[in-house]
Each structure stands twice: as structure tokens, then as C-alpha cells.
């Protein structure tokens, strides 16, 4: 009995383990769905961030066959790196890229830009960073 219980057990944790974790932010893209998962998480003044994104079909299932890109920005602090957009790495229907460092406390925003079968869509994400204490 003790032995089936561990076996129980340990077989609900590896499952929890291996599945994916839906979390994060989602986001609408006309007829897709866009996951954005960072880590931090939440970000951090002082820290670059990775980004994982899923892009989802109206069925749930992951898209390889996009582009997605990403910038960001502080609104109403002009800064040269602002027009600057990040290709996001395309991998097992996710795509995986990093910011530059997050270097003031304030707001943000991520703005991604998603192209997927001719269709382009530009997404923004807005956060606000706290100073560490």
C-alpha cells in the first residue's frame, strides 16, 4: 500500500513537472492567442528579462510558422534604443528573446509584433517596475 502511494505521488509530481505552465500574461491577436511569460517574473529595476512566448490557433495549439518581435520603452522618456525592435528566436512553437536591462523604476511597456500568415498585429503589454528597497 505504502509503496503504490509513493509510486502515486511521485508519478503527479513528474507529470505537474514536464506539462506546461500556462501562467503568465495572454493577449489577443485577431483570431491568435499570445501567451508572454517572463523572468523575472514580475520584472525587476536592474535586470534584463527573458521573454517566452506562445503564439496559440483558435484550437489551442502552438504556431511555429510566425514572427514575432518585441521592443520597450518608457512612455514620455525619450531614449535612442525606443524604435528598436527584438527578434524573438522561433523554437517548438515558441519563440524566446531577451530585453535590454530594465534600468529605472517607473512604467514600461513590451510591445510585440506578431506576423503570422500575412496578418500583422502589435501587441502592448504595460508594467511598472518598483525600485528595490
Not at 509510486?7 to 499570445?34: K, M, R
Not at 508572454?36 to 535586470?47: A, F, K, S
Request: hydrophobic share 40%; charged share 20%.
Amino acid at each position: 500500500m505504502t509503496y503504490r502511494f509513493l509510486f502515486i505521488s511521485l508519478w503527479l509530481v513528474l507529470i505537474g513537472a514536464c506539462s506546461e505552465q500556462p501562467g503568465g500574461t495572454v493577449l489577443h491577436a485577431g483570431d491568435y492567442t499570445v501567451r508572454i511569460n517572463t523572468d523575472p517574473d514580475p520584472l525587476e529595476v536592474g535586470e534584463k528579462a527573458q521573454f517566452l512566448v506562445s503564439i496559440l490557433n483558435q484550437d489551442g495549439q502552438n504556431i511555429d510558422n510566425c514572427r514575432a518581435e518585441f521592443r520597450q520603452y518608457m512612455p514620455g522618456m525619450e531614449m535612442s534604443q525606443d524604435s528598436v525592435f527584438v527578434e524573438l528566436v522561433a523554437g517548438n512553437g515558441r519563440y524566446q528573446g531577451q530585453s535590454s536591462e530594465f534600468r529605472m523604476g517607473g512604467d514600461w511597456v513590451l510591445e510585440f509584433k506578431i506576423a503570422c500568415a500575412g496578418d500583422t498585429q502589435v501587441l502592448k503589454m504595460e508594467q511598472t517596475l518598483e525600485w528595490p528597497e
